[in-house]
């Protein structure tokens, strides 16, 4: 999903599909690598606190050429407002290229 794709998500969130609350999955975001595996795991960790996002299993892989990295977790979100703060803060994060 490109930060388009969670504009529109977020905009028509509900209309198509109904989440049932608290929902838990894999979440997966892709990031160019002009920031350190570091910078970007805890940018990532910075935003689920502030969202207040239950998260484990919080793990990193590197593209084949190292241009890109994929920081995923499981996380839990409780509620739409809490999904919606979520997504909002993660396409802030510098680097984002996809989350889902």
């Given amino acids: 999903m490109s930060i388009k794709n ?4 977020l905009e028509n969130f509900g209309e198509d599909k109904k989440i049932e609350f608290p929902v838990s999955y894999a979440m997966k975001a892709i990031f160019d690598t002009t920031a350190g595996q570091d910078v970007l795991q805890r940018n ?3 935003v689920l606190e502030e969202s207040k996002v239950e998260y484990s299993n919080f793990k990193f892989r590197k593209s084949t050429k190292g241009n890109y990295v994929t920081l995923s ?7 739409k407002d ?9 396409k802030l994060l510098p680097g984002l290229k996809w989350a889902v």
């Fill in 82 to 90: 809490q999904f919606e703060k979520f997504y909002k803060q993660l």
């Fill in 73 to 79: 977790a499981d996380i839990v979100l409780s509620d």
């Fill in 44 to 46: 990532l960790e910075l």
């Fill in 6 to 9: 969670i504009n529109e998500n």
